[in-house]
């Protein structure tokens, strides 16, 4: 159980980010209920172990600690859910960006219907860049990886989201005529 002084530091520090976690947990496991769970149950995580936690960012903390309760989450109840990083040499290379397909089709809904058919690994890291405004090298620290990583898989990411907006876009195209 924490001290005193323990509990207030963790209200002050931990849980102005709750909407930042539930955020970044509704993006991995793709359903309300399901983040809902998965946030508290990583933010009774951060309670018990905030001991440990020293000076820092709490936010970046607190996202690290869903972020794996996510991950956790989905190896247990979607363990057909491709969770692996795809090869950079494997993706077409496109000059076109993700923001400018999503301005120009002025569609929310068209957006996150694209986001969510991207794999765990790729919107997670732009959920946590576009969506939630950390830094490469926050991403870097809440998910466990070298920033060069962080800042390729983002790239990678980004690609993915804009074929899948193509795609999506070409269908009701199709569908029109």
């Not at 793709?30 to 951060?46: H, I, M, P, S, W």
């Not at 076109?96 to 058919?117: F, G, V």
């Not at 390729?152 to 993915?160: E, G, I, P, V």
Request: charge should be negative; include cysteine.
């Amino acid at each position: 159980m924490l001290e005193r002084n323990d509990r207030v530091r963790f209200e002050e520090i931990v849980l102005p980010h709750l909407d930042a976690a539930f955020n970044l947990a509704r993006w991995l496991l793709r359903g309300r209920a399901d983040a809902e769970d998965v946030t508290q149950e990583a933010v009774l995580r951060a309670f018990r172990f905030f001991s440990t936690f020293r000076a820092g960012d709490g936010r970046a903390w607190l996202l690290q600690i869903v972020r794996n309760s996510c991950f956790t989450w989905l190896r247990k109840n979607r363990p057909a859910e491709d969770l692996t990083e795809l090869p950079e040499e494997s993706l077409p290379v496109e000059h076109e960006t993700p923001e400018s397909l999503a301005i120009a089709a002025s569609d929310r809904e068209h957006l996150s219907r694209a986001l969510e058919q991207l794999p765990t690994h790729f919107r997670e890291v732009l959920v946590l860049r576009e969506l939630e405004g950390r830094s490469y090298k926050e991403i870097a620290e809440i998910t466990s990886r070298p920033i060069g990583t962080v800042m390729s898989s983002l790239a990678r990411a980004r690609q993915q989201l804009r074929l899948a907006l193509l795609q999506s876009t070409s269908k009701e195209a199709r569908h029109e005529l």
